[in-house]
């Protein structure tokens, strides 16, 4: 999708705070309300805008254990004809709770998972009991994180 000066600077007001009113919005980027409100709905229509979300901080949550478990997947079972896909995979692994991101990765690895937890131990059994759990998960390595100096979701559109 194209989009002009104005619209990128509409989408990053709304990566900044989509809590804004739309009069706000429309006040901080010099256009009417209607069509600002028109801009939102046409973006959400063409899935540009997935959602609108709260952003927690996990360490007042008590979720301040972050890893990064790499995983790396069996394709071929004897007892099947057809091989697993990489893709229906991930997709159960992203159902998990706790699980953040599940990314399809190139390399010595087949997937790349992001997952928080209270601590080790919560981590420990995520991984044993359940992501390992999953058919076609054959071996896993787990990062733990140490220290996180940025986490975001927010694209530079400029």
Known sequence: MKLNEKDTKLLEILQENCRMSLKEVAKET??????????LKRFEKEGLIKKYTAILDCEKLDFGQTVFVFVSIKYHFSDETKPLSQREIAKKISRIPNVQDVHIIAGDWDILVKVKG????EIS???????RTIKGVDRTFTATCMETVKESSEIALS
């Not at 209270?118 to 131990?121: E, R, Y």
């Not at 059994?125 to 992501?131: A, E, G, N, Q, T």
């Open 125 to 131: 059994s995520f991984v044993i009991d359940k992501l």
């Open 118 to 121: 209270k601590n080790i131990k």
């Open 30 to 39: 010099k256009r009417p309300i209607t069509t600002i409100h028109e801009k």
